[in-house]
């Protein structure tokens, strides 16, 4: 599928760069969203609810009795604080007597968990590649909506914001090609989301259109978001603290606790565009107009 169709609604990534991130992030402030714990911090600072955090390892003397408390908890995630596209995300869903077993199947011992923690502390998984704190959080377990829309993983809700106003969402749904990862680039589907009605319109792998997920035969247009709503409130919320004009904020929702703040993004990508079948440049330079009037 080409997008050529759009012609000049489309946003592409030098006119991403120079029109939006250059002039309206400046970099003094990425911090608020390249740090996950800031990006906590603004959340809890206007009630937006984010995964409990159980730990956060900042010292190599640290690992060795965190790796002793995990124990205590049946399931968790790590992940570096300054990771991003899901680098050195480290999801453990079930517990056993001398191990632990991962979202993808694979068996873990107290080792592994050690030497990943290490990992994230070197900096292997950090923007930059600097030395890195490690969270240890509470696993997300999708909410029931997802159940038959998605294989194994957990699904996130993307949704772009210019100047604390939501332009453009989609759904990122894991697939068994992406590996349970909900990354358009490993084959995850994007699905458009209407900002309005949160009520799913289109979708793609890839550059393809598709309209049932492939592992699931689950149709994927037509369908109302739940909670769409407090979602599209609480992402104008923090927008409007995070000190940066153009960002990406990803939710995931959950079983229990309903929707989660997981992070923003300062540079967030352009295939939202694909997923919606719509451009972005557009609405951006109507919202940049109107303030500027």
């Known amino acids: 599928m080409s997008l050529s169709f759009l012609n000049n609604r489309v946003l592409g990534i030098n006119s991403r760069n120079f029109d939006y991130i250059f002039q309206y992030n400046s970099r003094k402030y990425y911090k608020s969203v390249d740090e996950k714990l800031q990006t906590k911090l603004y959340a809890k600072e206007v009630s937006i609810p984010v995964p409990e955090t159980y730990a956060v390892i900042e010292l190599w003397s640290e690992i060795s009795s965190i790796t002793e408390d995990l124990k205590k908890y049946d399931s968790f995630v790590i992940k570096p604080n300054r990771g991003a596209a899901g680098r050195g995300v480290f999801v453990v869903k079930e517990k056993l007597e001398d191990s632990w077993i991962l979202a ?107 309209e049932v997920h492939p592992d699931t035969n689950a149709k994927l247009i037509g369908l109302k978001i739940p909670s769409w709503k407090k979602i599209f409130e609480d992402a104008r919320k923090l927008a409007r603290v995070i000190p940066l004009k153009y960002i990406g904020i990803d939710f995931m929702l959950d079983f229990e606790h309903g929707h989660l703040v997981v992070e923003a993004n300062a540079r967030p990508g352009l295939n939202i565009q694909l997923a919606n079948n719509l451009g972005l440049r557009t609405k951006l330079e109507a919202i940049r107009n109107q303030r500027m009037e």
């Open 104 to 210: 993808d199947g694979k068996s873990v011992s107290s080792e592994d968990v050690h030497y990943h923690i290490s990992s994230i502390l070197s900096g292997l998984y950090s923007l930059s590649e600097l030395p890195d704190k490690a969270i240890v959080e509470q696993r997300i377990i999708p909410h029931p909506f997802f159940n038959e829309i998605t294989w194994e993983g957990t699904p996130d809700i993307r949704i772009i914001l210019f100047q604390a106003v939501p332009v453009m969402a989609m759904l990122r749904l894991p697939t068994k090609k992406s590996g349970g990862r909900a990354n358009l680039h490993q084959g995850a589907v994007g699905v458009g989301v209407d900002i309005d009605s949160g009520k799913t319109n289109s979708a793609v792998i890839k550059n393809y259109h598709v």
